[in-house]
């Protein structure tokens, strides 16, 4: 699966952005797909997951409530919405594909078997 993340932008606190991430080359409702975001110095951190038919959808606790995830089969599309942007939501974010391995292995980012380039979003306060 390739995959291509789009979206990101230099926005001001409080704004929304919809990250958008293109899929190709496989069956992509195959795959449970996930957002990841990696700040600055720090690790690459989990920040939402959905299932392969957009079911199930979970989150890391930093984000809930702001962040929605989504996908569209039809278009091969996950998408990211991130209300009320925070500067502290300030990394490159990324999204990638698990064949899914159950239990929590959505939380893991070496469980996740395909990466796109990331975006980056900047959040000035």
């Known amino acids: 699966v390739q995959l291509q993340a789009s979206g990101g932008g230099l926005v001001q606190a409080g704004v929304s952005l919809r990250l958008s991430c293109a899929a190709s080359?496989?069956?992509?409702?195959?795959?449970?797909m996930g957002w990841f975001r990696q700040a600055l110095g720090k690790e690459r951190e989990f920040v939402a997951a959905?299932?392969?038919?957009?079911?199930?959808?979970y989150y890391a606790d930093s984000v809930k409530g702001r962040f929605t995830i989504s996908r569209d089969n039809e278009k091969n599309m996950v998408y990211l919405q991130i209300n009320s942007l925070k500067p502290e939501d300030t990394a490159v974010y990324y999204c990638?594909?698990?064949?899914?391995?159950?239990?929590?292995?959505?939380?893991?980012?070496?469980?996740?078997?395909?990466w796109g380039q990331g975006t980056q979003v900047t959040v000035s306060s």
């Open positions: 990638a594909a698990s064949r899914g391995r159950g239990g929590l292995a959505y939380l893991v980012a070496a469980t996740y078997d395909y």
């Open positions: 080359g496989r069956t992509f409702s195959d795959y449970w």
């Open positions: 959905i299932s392969w038919s957009g079911i199930s959808t």
